[in-house]
């Protein structure tokens, strides 16, 4: 039974199913009230990097709520704000050593956003606009909707969001013989508009748009990328909210691609799915456009729970299971793959791609393709009957694991595809 004083984030409550009680959670699994297992194939809307209830994470929260739970961060720090962001600057590539603490994806897009901008005024520049991808999705505050794809969840505000500029994302996937030419042409095209020097700065997610449709690029494109960003002097922000933390295979997609952002926006896997937390790495040559005697250029933001001291014990202990994991979201890639091609050949699906956890396919389906397509709603309910939460969105049908996933389990949610796709009514 839907609760009377409850209201559920994406959701129609009027036409959607009723919410399933979850009592409990443990590595990949979840267990409903009724006692049913379902395994959870999507890492809870991609945070739970290492499955449900890690002991490890629990055990560290547990002993810093004992010592301090929460502090101002204007005037005041902390020790496991200070270990978070000694650590994380050893992890992130080249010049990204200031971290700034926020709450959720949608505000580290938000201060990122800020930083770029600001940066460029505080030096009496006028650059008023950003550079953003078709399906890019960064958040649902308003500086984030504006910056990702109009959509039908935009609609209802698109006349408030501020005017950006958007640039084609060369999708790629298995068998794709046009990248090279969509790639050309969005860098043409990219490079043509930074040509006018109005640009703050480009955003983007690298490697995988993630609410988009699990759509993904080649790194050679962010290598072009970061050139033409270079040639232009315009800051590039990598938006790694759901990229971060092993998700492509590597630490993060910047250093799989060997390229090196001015911004980086984490926030997702950061405690491990334990508590909301996000950080906004900038280059210190960012920071130094804010260090000044002049009050006027100091970076005017900030949140009540900022570096929050539970949220970094856990983001801690997350790092220290994720270095002992390395192996494991490493190897997730070869480990889809040599179960993918076991799917290249069926008729149902199409544009397979795989970035080392994210595995996705597009379902061939009769009616649009969108978010509202009735096949992803279907498939959704048909996974859990079987045990599975999958949630795809439109008919992008993927899978975004945990590094705890084991070869049985991973043998299991194939199989469940399959059998979910036999019994489809044929299109
Ligand atoms: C989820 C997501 C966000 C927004 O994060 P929230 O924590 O939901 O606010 C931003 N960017 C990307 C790439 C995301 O996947």
Redesign the pocket.
């Known amino acids: 039974m839907a609760h009377p004083h409850l209201w559920h984030p994406f959701t129609q409550a009027k036409t959607a199913p009723d919410p399933l009680k979850v009592k409990s959670g443990q590595g990949a699994w979840l267990t409903l009230e009724d006692g049913q297992q379902i395994l959870d194939c999507i890492s809870s809307?991609?945070v739970n990097i290492h499955g449900h209830a890690h002991p490890r994470i629990a055990e560290a929260i547990y002993q810093q709520a004992q010592v301090l739970e929460q502090v101002i961060f204007a005037g005041f720090t902390h020790d496991p704000a200070e270990q978070i962001a000694t650590r994380l600057v050893k992890y992130l590539p080249g010049a990204l050593s200031r971290v700034f603490f926020s709450d959720?994806?949608?505000?580290?897009?938000e201060v990122a956003l800020k930083m770029a901008y600001q940066y460029w005024h505080n030096q009496r520049q006028h650059r008023p606009q950003f550079l953003a991808f078709t399906g890019a999705?960064?958040?649902?505050?308003f500086g984030?909707m504006a910056v990702g794809a109009r959509s039908p969840f935009t609609a209802a505000f698109d006349d408030l969001l501020f005017q950006v500029e958007f640039a084609p994302f060369p999708a790629t996937y298995w068998g794709d013989e046009t990248v090279e030419q969509k790639e050309a042409q969005a860098i043409a095209q990219i490079a043509a508009k930074l040509a006018t020097g109005s640009f703050a700065a480009i955003i983007l997610?690298p490697l995988v748009?993630?609410?988009g449709g699990m759509r993904m690029c080649r790194p050679q494109f962010l290598q072009q990328l970061q050139a033409i960003a270079r040639q232009s002097d315009t800051l590039l922000i990598f938006?790694?909210?759901?990229?971060g933390f092993g998700r492509t295979g590597d630490w993060f997609a910047c250093t799989r691609a060997a390229v090196e952002p001015d911004l980086i926006?984490l926030?997702?896997g950061l405690t491990g799915g334990f508590l909301?937390l996000?950080v906004t790495v900038c280059s210190e040559k960012i920071y130094a456009a804010f260090y000044s005697d002049e009050a006027q250029k100091a970076l005017y933001h900030g949140h009540s729970f900022t570096a929050n001291p539970l949220g970094c014990a856990a983001a801690l202990a997350s790092l220290d299971l994720l270095i002992e994991t390395e192996a494991a979201f490493r190897g997730l890639e070869a480990q889809h793959q040599r179960r993918l091609v076991h799917l290249a050949d069926n008729p149902q699906i199409e544009r397979i791609r795989c970035t080392g956890a994210i595995a996705a396919m597009d379902l061939v389906t009769a009616g649009d393709p969108g978010y509202f397509n009735q096949i992803g709603a279907q498939i959704r309910q048909r996974s859990l009957s079987k045990g599975l939460l999958l949630r795809p969105l439109g008919n992008v049908l993927y899978l975004l694991l945990p590094y705890c996933i084991t070869e049985a389990e991973l043998d299991l949610i194939y199989s469940g595809i399959d059998e979910i796709l036999a019994s489809l009514p044929s299109v």
Not at 104 to 109: I, K, M
Not at 137 to 141: A, F, K, M, R, S
């Open positions: 809307w991609w959720n994806g949608s505000t580290a897009v999705y960064h958040g649902d505050t984030a997610e748009q993630g609410a938006d790694e909210v759901m990229t926006c926030s997702k909301p996000a």
